[in-house]
């Protein structure tokens, strides 16, 4: 098997990045955009994807995405990414969104989505990934899921594109 496609860690793709909630930003409530938060994902999801498969990718889906606290305005938005499953030419990548205040140090979990990127070379033509390689039951558990998440993924983009 050439180099380039021997499996890579869990470890190896992980990404974190943070981003200051500013007002340019937020709603007339004081609260981020949700569209805000879904790039600032897509953009996590993008980082742990490229880590894993060193070449270009595309987002070609997301699964769905959970809103579970605002953000405000002032707040640090942090944000955990990994590739959790390769499948061949697509990958699925789990994101976290963690919100800091940083007067108190409370931390909680405002938004989790799965996401689907797909390796591409200059032409824009699929070109294969390394396989992960899941080392702890946590990350076997999520390899596991996420076969299951696309057996439905593709179920649906079946029945989406045979409608009328």
């Not at 990994?82 to 969104?97: A, D, I, P, W, Y």
């Not at 140090?105 to 799965?114: D, G, I, L, P, Q």
Request: hydrophobic letters at 40%; a positive charge; glycine letters at 6%.
């Amino acid at each position: 098997m050439p180099e380039e496609l021997l499996g890579r860690t869990v470890r190896e793709s992980m990404s974190e990045m943070s981003e200051f909630a500013l007002p340019n930003d937020a709603n007339t409530l004081g609260t981020l955009f949700g569209g805000k938060v879904m790039s600032l994902v897509d953009l996590a999801g993008s980082l742990a994807a490229v880590r894993h498969a060193r070449t270009p990718v595309v987002t070609a889906s997301v699964d769905y995405m959970t809103f579970l606290h605002p953000i405000h305005i002032g707040q640090l938005v942090i944000l955990k990414s990994q590739v959790n499953r390769v499948f061949r030419t697509s990958m699925e990548v789990g994101v976290k969104v963690f919100v800091e205040n940083l007067r108190t140090r409370e931390v909680k979990h405002t938004s989790s989505a799965y996401l689907t990127f797909v390796a591409i070379d200059k032409e824009g033509n699929r070109v294969p990934i390394p396989p992960v390689l899941p080392e702890s039951e946590e990350e076997k558990r999520r390899f596991e899921d996420a076969g299951e998440r696309r057996r439905h993924r593709l179920e649906m983009k079946t029945r989406t594109t045979t409608q009328p």
